[in-house]
Structure formats: structure tokens, C-alpha cells
């Protein structure tokens, strides 16, 4: 089955800088929608050390073809050198919802 939808995964550790980056993405109508999860805890290794930070994790529902945009706007206003931009596909959902995302994404 090919999917038409996303949901996109990307890390940041302030939340003002997740709400701003949320707002950019649904004015320009690249996301239908973007949850903030609560702070968590990543580890992770980065130049040879093993690392803590405390992140929110957004996840962003839109359509496949809006993936390149989305990244771009992402690398654009995230603080990150190199921010976590993972994209998995949608594969099955509520026909209602996902023609909501269909109809949120289409009015650029």
C-alpha cells in the first residue's frame, strides 16, 4: 500500500522555538497539525560523547509531497546543527481525518 501521508518526528529542546516552528509550518499549510509532546529526556551520542538533554518530540501529520518543504522550513528555524527529522508513513487512519489532512495541506 502506498501512502500519501506523514507523520513527521523532529526533537527540540525549548519550547518556544516548537511553538514558533509549528505556527510557521501550519500558516504556510505544509501541516494539517502538530502536537508538542511534554519534555522528555533523549540520550544520545554526538562528537564521541554520550549525551543527555531534555527535548519536546512534535509530531507533524501532512501529505508525502509536502515532506521536502517541510524539511527545508524545519533546518531553517530549528537551533539544532543537525535536528532529528524523521518521517514514517501513514498507512491506514480515519478516511475523515486523513481527507482533513488532504484539505489543510492543499490550500497553499
Given amino acids: ?8 518526528m523532529v526533537t527540540i529542546d525549548d519550547r518556544m522555538q ?5 505556527k510557521i509550518l501550519l ?12 519534555q522528555m529526556t533523549s540520550y544520545y551520542r554526538w562528537q564521541d560523547e554520550i549525551r543527555a538533554d531534555n527535548e519536546y518530540l512534535l509530531l507533524l501529520k501532512t501529505q508525502k509531497h509536502h515532506y521536502q518543504a517541510v524539511e527545508r522550513q524545519i533546518k531553517k528555524h530549528h537551533p539544532y546543527d543537525e535536528p532529528e ?3 514514517v ?5 480515519s478516511e475523515d481525518y ?3 489532512i488532504k484539505n489543510e495541506t492543499s490550500r497553499n
Fill in 1 to 8: 500500500m502506498t501512502s500519501q501521508f506523514l507523520q513527521i
Fill in 18 to 22: 516548537a511553538e514558533k516552528l509549528l
Fill in 27 to 38: 500558516q504556510d499549510c505544509l501541516i494539517a497539525c502538530g502536537q508538542c509532546l511534554p
Fill in 85 to 87: 527529522i524523521i518521517a
Fill in 89 to 93: 508513513d501513514i498507512v491506514a487512519g
Fill in 98 to 100: 486523513l481527507t482533513w
